[in-house]
């Protein structure tokens, strides 16, 4: 099994700039989860899709905040315009349906956003 | 609203210790808890997983515990070693809201030689 997988790891860009995080999870899993990890804040949840629809985003700091999850296997988290305070690290993670997973939660590797 | 707590923030011990690491929540209320390790730099790697209904699990030098009714749980870690060093997090499921894991702050463990 690949694990949730997450593009960019990194990236570097400018104020104002649009930013674009995009994640796979692993196959057969129905729910998807994109948390923000900070010193400051530790790990937030952003927002989380049930079998591809959007269940919360409460969690969603600002408009210039978006995501979309066009099917099962592909989701995108969507910055525009980027700001400094966005510098983080943003991670996805799948769960499969309960009560097989037992609600157990597989995170990817992260992708790390610096905001000039 | 459900809050989690973890308690050393940071945390260091020579080799071949034993640990508890320890994690409070404030809403009894849970479908489950689960720990992760994550190592700098990197995702988060699920280590146990405890559902409500249940006392302690087990995996290899590791095991957790979890007091539903006094709101707390442990990762004891026996023997432990300098790869264990990382950043332990709790994460409590609440049972108003089984989609959702409400993380801790982390104890951030150094085992050294």
């Known amino acids: 099994d690949a694990g949730v997988i997450q593009s960019p790891r990194h990236e570097v860009t400018e104020m104002g700039q649009e930013v674009t995080l995009r994640c796979k999870p692993i196959?057969?899993?129905?729910?998807l989860f994109w948390y923000r990890q900070t010193m400051m804040r530790g790990l937030e949840l952003l927002i989380y899709f049930n079998n591809n629809v959007p269940i919360d985003d409460s969690g969603m700091p600002e408009d210039r905040f978006s995501a979309k999850m066009p099917n099962a296997s592909f989701s995108t988290l969507k910055i525009q315009p980027s700001e400094p305070r966005d510098s983080a690290v943003y991670f996805c993670?799948?769960?499969?349906?309960?009560?097989?997973?037992?609600?157990?939660?597989?995170f990817g590797e992260g992708s790390r956003l610096t905001v000039l | 609203k459900q809050e989690v707590t973890q308690i050393p923030a940071a945390l260091s011990v020579p080799e071949g210790e034993n640990l508890v690491l320890n994690c409070s929540f404030t809403d009894s209320a849970i479908y489950n808890l689960q720990w992760f390790r994550q190592d700098p730099g990197k995702g988060l790697t699920s280590l146990l997983l405890?559902?409500?209904?249940?006392r302690e699990q087990t995996s290899g030098r590791l095991n957790a515990s979890l007091d539903k009714s006094s709101g707390r749980s442990t990762l004891y870690i026996a023997a432990s070693q300098p790869g264990d060093s990382a950043t332990y997090l709790c994460?409590?499921?609440?049972?108003?809201?089984?989609?959702?894991?409400?993380f801790g702050t982390g104890t951030r463990l150094q085992v050294f030689p």
């Open positions: 405890i559902q409500s209904s249940q």
């Open positions: 993670a799948s769960s499969p349906p309960s009560p097989t997973g037992r609600g157990e939660l597989f």
């Open positions: 994460a409590v499921r609440p049972a108003y809201n089984t989609d959702k894991l409400i």
């Open positions: 196959s057969g899993h129905n729910s």
